[in-house]
């Protein structure tokens, strides 16, 4: 894509806020009190930008929920080839994100499948590539291994896209399971391979992004204090998302029709896999400057403080993702401020997603029992729940866990014997 090209494009954020400007009177109503305010116009950056500009009018997705999906999918297309150097590290375009927000009504589903077919058209070669199932570390290896245990120029590239995530939370707690340190390898572009098995399975050269789904009721309800430890949750971004509007009717199915963006993005990933090792032009690199000691100053403590852990990453990778999604081979300001605005966006989703998290899996298990009982639940009751399979000093860490994170109360009730201390779901 030349510049010129470039330069004749009108700005996106513009255009995405005019075009919604005329959906007022379907909008989807006012946001929750406590929903993170939307992101700055900088996300909306380039030709991504542009592209979710002309879905927006035309679908109840949330354009962020697009512009994420979206960015991850390009990064996923574009390949290892491309790469931003810290240090002996290479960050390549391959980033996990995960969408945050209410079960159907979010239009979560909606938003990916505006970006799968966009990402379709620019790149029919992935396709194939784009797989669910995400169950195992041996199934992840499986589907990128180099065949016959040999280096290949075969394609490595891998979009996990699974709409329940929560299953694979779930998947990564169990006993034994290879989930966690592999996507923790994947997501730093290391070779994947599993000793344990009696014919070990290497991939050499795999590039795997993922894309997730899930409630918040969820995300707090599997999310444990291991994973927060050992670096799997903060690989992951997490994208807070909901209604933008109601069309009863739905929107224009093809509102790209014309514009000849998918041409262009298609010309910008074919032009991105041969990129090699990609910089920050001189103004980017006085912003980056300022902007890293800002992200080191600025770490939120606690659970949600232990998921932000990467921040300086994954500025950089989306900005990486930014630049090749526009045809360019050096980072620029607009770049780095549109990767910074989404690092800030998804900072405070995770803030609000993880409002009362505790991190216990045992906790979170009362805290369901609690909510289907609204009268509230004694701790004999507590017990009979868990089938006695837990001792009582579990279960009372657990309920000092809940009360200090807010998400419980407990009063005491007069009986003939001893009072009853009677637990409920603040």
């Not at 620019?122 to 169950?135: T, Y």
């Not at 909510?371 to 004999?380: A, H, I």
């Amino acid at each position: 894509m030349s510049a010129v090209e470039h330069d004749r494009r009108p700005h996106a954020s513009g255009l995405l806020s005019r075009a919604c400007e005329r959906q007022d009177a379907g909008r989807a109503g006012a946001a929750p009190e406590d929903f993170p305010a939307a992101p700055g116009p900088a996300v909306y950056q380039g030709l991504l930008g542009e592209i979710v500009s002309r879905l927006a009018p035309e679908t109840e997705a949330d354009p962020v929920a697009i512009l994420s999906q979206l960015l991850v999918a390009v990064g996923a297309a574009i390949g290892r080839h491309a790469y931003f150097q810290v240090e002996a590290t290479r960050h390549h375009p391959n980033q996990f994100m995960i969408l945050v927000g209410d079960s159907a009504r979010a239009r979560k589903g909606t938003a990916w499948d505006h970006a799968r077919a966009l990402i379709g058209e620019a790149d029919p070669s992935l396709e194939a590539r784009i797989k669910g199932g995400l169950s195992s570390g041996e199934g992840m290896i499986d589907a990128v291994a180099d065949p016959d245990g040999q280096p290949t120029t075969v394609d490595q590239r891998l979009l996990v896209i699974e709409p329940e995530f929560a299953s694979v939370l779930k998947a990564s707690h169990r006993e034994l399971s290879t989930l966690s340190p592999v996507l923790r390898l994947a997501w730093d572009g290391r070779p994947l391979q599993l000793l344990t098995r009696t014919s070990p399975v290497r991939a050499s050269a795999a590039h795997i992004a993922v894309i997730g789904h899930i409630t918040a009721e969820e995300l707090r309800a599997h999310i444990t204090t291991l994973e927060l430890a050992n670096g799997m949750a903060n690989r992951f971004l997490l994208i807070a998302c909901r209604r933008a509007r109601l069309l009863p009717e739905g929107g224009n199915p093809d509102p790209l029709a014309g514009t000849g963006l998918q041409r262009i993005l298609a010309g910008a990933i074919q032009h991105a896999r041969s990129a090699g090792q990609v910089r920050l032009d001189q103004q980017a690199r006085e912003l980056w400057h300022w902007a890293y000691r800002r992200l080191a100053d600025h770490q939120p403590t606690g659970l949600a403080g232990a998921i932000l852990a990467r921040a300086e990453a994954h500025a950089l990778r989306l900005a990486l993702i930014y630049t090749l999604a526009d045809g360019e081979r050096q980072i620029n300001p607009e770049h780095l401020r549109a990767g910074l605005a989404l690092w800030d966006y998804a900072q405070r989703s995770a803030l609000w997603a993880l409002q009362g998290a505790t991190g216990d899996p045992l906790a979170e298990q009362i805290h369901q029992a609690l909510t289907r009982n609204p009268n509230g639940l004694t701790r004999s009751q507590i017990s009979d729940v868990l089938a006695h399979n837990r001792p009582a000093t579990q279960i009372q860490r657990a309920l000092a866990t809940l009360a200090l994170a807010g998400r419980a109360t407990h009063t005491q009730l007069r009986t003939a014997g001893r009072p009853a201390e009677i637990w409920t779901a603040a």
